[in-house]
């Protein structure tokens, strides 16, 4: 058995750390794939999925705005395999994503000191103003356009187990990625996911736990 998607891909594998697609009209947000998705069942507890494609993902960096200002420009190519066996589900996935962005936004990410916030925010400033002093003439002044646009790739290698249990429900995710940073060199970075959920009679605990290392 096996199901073929064509057209806008909405999908999603494991938590979501490696590939969510979904519109929100709330915000006129949409990073859907115009591409391909396909599923082939191997038996009833193992699947193989594919997804191919690309999209142009356009945000606003403040909700006032009317029209969008952020753009890049995404292929991507996803695969893996999911299970489902009495000794737990999960999957196992590999994703390659290319994403460009030119300077105009680009400098959407530059922040002045006093609305610096986010691991991003700091790591971004910091290095293009090292780019920036480090110019041949040492012009502290050398305009940000100078430095032109930029091409990320990200390789992701992502597992995901799951298994119910009278103790609880438990299911874990990991994320391993080898990434470039805008306009920055090539790193590696983690991400994991953890949550347990159990109840008691009509009362119910849940616990998530999340340590992400990727700005």
């Keep these: 058995q096996s199901h073929f998607k064509f057209g806008n891909i909405y999908t999603l594998y494991g938590a979501g750390m490696s590939l969510y697609t979904f519109p929100d009209q709330n915000i006129d947000f949409d990073n859907s794939i115009d591409g391909i998705e396909f599923n082939y069942y191997l038996s009833d507890s193992f699947e193989t999925f594919l997804v191919i494609g690309e999209a142009t993902l356009e945000q606003r960096t403040n909700p006032a705005r009317i029209t969008p200002d952020r753009f890049s420009d995404n292929v991507i190519f996803l695969g893996g395999i ?24 680009l400098q959407t990410f530059l922040l002045m000191e006093p609305d610096l916030s986010t691991l991003l925010d700091f790591d971004f400033y910091e290095r293009v103003h090292e780019a920036l002093d480090s110019d041949s003439d040492g012009d502290d002044d050398l305009p940000f356009t100078t430095l032109g646009d930029d091409t990320l790739k990200t390789e992701t290698f992502n597992l995901g187990y799951g298994i119910y249990t009278d103790f609880g429900d438990i299911y874990f995710e990991g994320e391993w990625s080898d990434y470039d940073k805008i306009l920055g060199e090539r790193v590696s970075g983690h991400r994991y996911y953890l949550s347990f959920g159990r109840s008691f009679k009509d009362l119910g605990f849940s616990y998530e736990f999340k340590n992400y290392d990727i700005p």
Excluded: A, E
């Excluded at 999911?82 to 936004?105: P, R, V």
């Design 82 to 105: 999911n299970y489902n066996t009495s000794n737990g589900y999960g999957h196992i996935l590999y994703k390659n994503q290319n994403t460009y962005m030119d300077n105009s936004t």
